[in-house]
């Protein structure tokens, strides 16, 4: 199938939700949650959700329209972290020095912390993505559920093997850690399932309505080829 060089309303709109998604996912991981003796980061409120952009983007649109849009969620989200950073250090009102240690908590984020799931990031999106798209052509376009699953586990896989020992590494025992990263990839996969009756049909919605079901037939996986829209 020949692929547009415009971008329609839906796509546009899932891209905006992909990179708000990971830029509101950033800024909530300042909380962490209890749920009993579980504990996990307030992210994983809409972390997930980009997981499930990303599967209907690489769906619909394929691989190119998807490595367009991760690079582009990236690069909002490391301007949102730069503003930050410079806001933190930007001397304050007088009578704001009281309220300066909660705004530094939550924009005042550890650069081993943002180098660590910036890296995580990209590498779980695109790992995603790839696997989406090969599973579709392997599949001829079939059994999207099973993908869509499948490809959740590998990227949030690759996302957490990376983000966890780098962030945290040296910090908790090994054990404890291992049990944080099996828990946040069953936690947002199951986020997927459960959504998944709701993501199936924005999926058919959207191929109909913008009559669109891009196979990545004889596609460059380079992640840098941007430029290949």
């Known amino acids: 199938m020949i692929q547009r060089k415009s971008v329609s309303v839906s796509f546009m709109v899932m891209g905006i939700l992909f990179c708000t998604c990971l830029i509101a996912s950033n800024l909530l991981e300042a909380k962490i949650l209890q749920f009993g003796r579980f504990t996990?980061?307030?992210?994983?409120?809409?972390?997930?959700?980009?997981y499930i952009l990303n599967d209907c983007i690489a769906e619909v649109w394929g691989f190119r329209k998807a490595r367009l849009i991760i690079w582009l969620a990236f690069l909002m989200n490391f301007l949102v972290v730069?503003?930050?950073?410079l806001a933190v250090m930007l001397p304050c009102a007088d009578f704001w020095k009281e309220s300066e240690p909660h705004f530094n908590f939550v924009f005042g984020l550890a650069p081993r912390i943002v180098a660590s799931s910036?890296?995580?990031?990209?590498?779980?999106?695109?790992?995603?993505?790839?696997?989406?798209?090969r599973m579709k052509i392997r599949q001829q376009g079939r059994h999207f559920s099973v993908r869509a699953i499948v490809s959740t586990l590998w990227g949030e896989g690759a996302d957490?093997?990376?983000?966890?020992?780098?962030?945290?590494?040296?910090?908790?025992?090994?054990?404890?850690?291992?049990?944080?990263?099996?828990?946040q990839v069953f936690t947002k996969t199951a986020y997927e399932v459960v959504m998944l009756p709701f993501t199936t049909r924005?999926?058919?919605?959207?191929?109909?309505?913008?009559?669109?079901?891009?196979?990545?037939?004889g596609l460059s996986y380079n992640p840098l080829k941007v430029n290949e829209v």
């Open 40 to 50: 996990m980061t307030a992210g994983v409120l809409c972390f997930p959700i980009s």
């Open 160 to 183: 957490s093997v990376i983000f966890f020992p780098l962030a945290f590494g040296g910090l908790m025992p090994v054990n404890d850690l291992l049990k944080l990263m099996l828990f």
């Open 82 to 85: 730069a503003l930050g950073q």
């Open 118 to 133: 910036f890296l995580a990031f990209l590498v779980g999106s695109f790992t995603n993505a790839y696997v989406m798209s």
């Open 202 to 217: 924005v999926v058919r919605m959207v191929k109909r309505l913008d009559d669109t079901d891009v196979y990545d037939n």
